[in-house]
């Protein structure tokens, strides 16, 4: 009977061992914040609202002030010849809930496959 504990408790040790190396070897996860596609980001223009930002990106990170202006974050996926490198698509609204200025950045997240 012990054998037989002391093999079972040697399986789930492996079974353990071995999902935690799969683990580290898996691709990273996307920063935080919603991913876009440029052409998503395109159809957003000045003077468009909080309501059409809504439904055409979706919710992603935000920073509101005390002023009533916020800024949306969200993330352009990496070219295929940049693996793993994220642009920035962000989005200011004035108080009343408009966008006022929108600005892209080519790479501003590197993942790595190594951790």
């Given at each position: 009977?012990?054998?037989?504990?002391?093999?079972?408790?040697?399986?789930?040790?492996?079974?353990?061992?071995?999902?935690?190396?799969?683990?580290?070897?898996?691709?990273?996860?996307?920063?935080?914040?919603?991913?876009?596609?440029?052409?998503?980001?395109?159809?957003?223009?000045?003077?468009?609202?909080?309501?059409?930002?809504?439904?055409?990106?979706?919710?992603?990170?935000s920073i509101r002030f005390t002023s009533g202006v916020e800024v949306w974050r969200y993330l352009l996926p990496p070219a295929a010849a940049q693996a793993g490198a994220y642009g920035e698509y962000v989005v200011v609204l004035d108080a009343q809930g408009r966008v006022i200025k929108t600005r892209r950045a080519a790479v501003v997240y590197q993942i790595s496959a190594k951790n």
């Open positions: 009977m012990n054998a037989l504990l002391h093999m079972t408790r040697l399986a789930l040790a492996a079974l353990l061992v071995s999902g935690l190396l799969v683990a580290c070897a898996t691709t990273p996860a996307a920063p935080p914040g919603t991913v876009v596609t440029d052409e998503q980001a395109a159809q957003v223009q000045p003077g468009s609202s909080r309501a059409d930002l809504l439904a055409r990106l979706g919710p992603t990170t």
